[in-house]
């Protein structure tokens, strides 16, 4: 029989050691954990103070998952050698792997600062981080660690994406270019600069870079879809379409690429077409804002309200902080009449954000109509402090002047709303009946009454078109009233 390992004189006891632990070393190198676990069990049974072969060995247990085995042998190794930082760092990614990220962050910060100069330890902290949702960390270990490996591909890549998130577009397309200088092949780092480069303004470089990708890999629906994008953003809707239809092609539970595909048709006044695209990504995505906003104003243009309706009130239920839905929602409650519940909306959107500038507006429309004029004052006038060219508020006002026998103060603001109209600053294409209305009453005040006749007319046609039959009334009422007929 063969003398075993133990029954080696001491002066052979530490060649085999290191012998064992180099061969656990290879096999861990070629993958082969479980052999190089033996040949480190080994060398721990021949010297069972080897607080380094303990750490490897808790390194191949680690890559096999057995995080228990992992964990006693770092704990060993610690107990031999109290201060050793690799262990410790060890440690940090057991309980990192095990999404313990408090007691992983913990330890990492102590093998930090038992070895402040272990580029891997910050690496595994900025991790943590990552999972802890502390994005100032990540980028103040990615910093140490860029600062001393400049090359370091992991961190500049950890980097860029955690400026991308934070939204500092600039820095995060410079980290990108720095990554590609590396990795020129990577198609991700392509895409995201894309984006960077598209929120910035520059779709000619958000172009350049989503045709790059795609030349790199064909296959990915979703650089269709952001190239698509990018193309209607450039007029292009001929090809972003077809870049939609590839996207949903490769990928055909895409739901925002039938988003995309709606605003083409929308753009085209094609609703039967836009509300199918709304549908379809609906289905695949119930809780898809954009497709509800999208199918809300189609079902808007053509007068079907409480279908609309439903749309906004599914929205809110979503995100019961989305202050668009509430805007637009109060708008067909308005068009329904309902002025209390309107007013309701407008009040929720003030106490998310009191400054507002359609709540505020429609708000004081709806206290004019319903005889709290000095409320609807202070609601205009914060309109007009927030858009000085909202000429809608600045005749809504004046008009509430002129019923308050304040005639220099309704003059001033009537002849306001005419010089910014004059200039083309205010936004007439955007202007709802109410506008018209309070425009067309200011005309008639100034004398004007020709003019006032045919706008007041143009402000019931729109009412009408838009099915805002309690204020078409008030309107014709309006006309009739002042023998404007």
């Not at 410790?88 to 070895?115: E, F, H, S």
């Not at 019931?460 to 404007?484: G, N, P």
Request: charged share 20%.
């Amino acid at each position: 029989m063969q003398p075993s390992l133990l029954d080696l004189p001491k002066s052979q006891v530490s060649t085999q050691v290191q012998k064992l632990c180099q061969q656990g070393s290879d096999c861990a190198f070629r993958g082969e954990h479980d052999r190089a676990i033996v040949y480190y069990s080994q060398a721990i049974a021949l010297n069972p103070n080897l607080e380094l072969a303990y750490c490897d060995r808790a390194k191949s247990s680690i890559e096999l998952k057995d995080y228990q085995q992992a964990e006693n042998d770092y704990k060993a190794a610690l107990k031999i050698s109290p201060a050793l930082a690799i262990a410790n760092g060890g440690l940090a990614q057991i309980y990192y792997r095990q999404q313990d990220y408090q007691t992983a962050l913990a330890i990492c910060n102590v093998a930090i600062q038992r070895d402040p100069e272990n580029i891997e330890f910050y690496h595994c902290r900025a991790l943590i981080n990552k999972k802890l949702g502390d994005r100032e960390r990540i980028l103040f270990d990615c910093k140490f660690i860029l600062e001393h490996q400049p090359s370091n591909t992991d961190a500049r890549w950890l980097n860029a994406r955690t400026h991308f998130q934070m939204g500092n577009h600039k820095l995060a397309s410079f980290n990108f270019s720095q990554y590609l200088n590396l990795r020129s092949d990577d198609v991700y780092a392509y895409y995201y600069r894309g984006i960077c480069a598209e929120r910035l303004g520059n779709r000619s470089e958000a172009l350049a870079d989503l045709n790059k990708a795609i030349d790199i890999q064909d296959n990915l629906a979703i650089l269709y879809r952001r190239r698509g994008r990018i193309r209607q953003q450039l007029g292009d809707f001929t090809g972003a379409m077809t870049d939609y239809d590839l996207a949903i092609c490769l990928d055909p539970q895409m739901a925002q690429a039938y988003t995309n595909r709606a605003d083409i048709y929308i753009n085209r006044g094609d609703y039967p077409q836009a509300l199918a695209q709304c549908n379809k990504a609906l289905s695949l995505n119930s809780q898809l804002v954009n497709a509800h906003y999208q199918r809300g104003m189609i079902h808007t243009e053509v007068g079907n309200l409480h279908a609309a309706l439903a749309d906004y009130h599914r929205i809110i239920q979503i995100n019961p902080l989305d202050i668009n839905a509430y805007v637009q929602r109060s708008w067909i409650y308005f068009r329904h009449g309902e002025y209390a519940t309107t007013m309701a909306d407008c009040e929720k959107v003030l106490s998310i954000d009191r400054n507002s500038v359609p709540a505020n507006y429609l708000l004081g429309v709806v206290q004019s109509l319903s005889g709290f004029k000095q409320e609807a004052i202070f609601n205009f006038t914060k309109v007009v402090n927030a858009e000085p060219s909202f000429i809608c508020a600045l005749y809504h006002r004046g008009l509430l002047h002129h019923d308050l026998k304040q005639e220099d103060k309704a003059m001033s603001d009537f002849k306001l709303a005419q010089e910014v109209h004059a200039q083309g600053l205010d936004c007439a294409s955007q202007r709802d009946e109410t506008g018209f209305y309070a425009e067309g009453l200011a005309f008639y005040h100034m004398g004007r009454t020709e003019t006032a006749i045919a706008i007041l007319h143009q402000a019931a046609l729109l009412a009408q078109k838009l099915k805002s039959a309690v204020f078409h009334q008030q309107i014709i009422f309006t006309i009739e009233a002042l023998s404007l007929t």
